[in-house]
Nanobody, 121 residues
Framework: QVQLDESGGGLVQAGGSLRLSCAAS????????MGWYRQAPGKQRELVAS???????NYADSVKGRFTISRDNAKNTVYMQMNVLKPEDTAVYYC???????????????WGQGTQVTVSS
């Protein structure tokens, strides 16, 4: 019912930058929160950043001042600009959205397929 198309991951040297994008499509009435999570090998998935429909943002302490989340409501797309990347940022990054589907009065939760971000030292 909802497809999430992620892009922008890759390999970068420490100190470099990447920009992730996630476009949502399908039977969407409106999108509430959008966010990015990450999961490193052997670790639990963790919230990196989130943004409400109104633009209120929330960041993990480890990325504050380096990552910036934004969204384009007209395009149902969330972005995350990642600067000053560190080797410890290496992980699979997942897009997450909370949506009202057309004809539904309850929120539905969807995940992207994940995109690999690798930061070399």
């Amino acid at each position: 019912q909802v497809q999430l198309d992620e892009s922008g991951g890759g390999l970068v040297q420490a100190g470099g930058s990447l920009r992730l994008s996630c476009a949502a499509s399908g039977t969407i009435f409106s999108i509430n929160d959008m966010g990015w999570y990450r999961q490193a090998p052997g670790k639990q998935r963790e919230l990196v950043a989130s943004i409400t429909r109104g633009g209120t943002t929330n960041y993990a302490d480890s990325v504050k001042g380096r990552f910036t989340i934004s969204r384009d409501n007209a395009k149902n797309t969330v972005y995350m600009q990642m600067n000053v990347l560190k080797p410890e940022d290496t992980a699979v990054y997942y897009c997450n959205v909370l949506v009202y589907l057309i004809g539904s009065i309850s929120l539905s939760n969807y995940w992207g397929q994940g995109t690999q971000v690798t930061v070399s030292s």
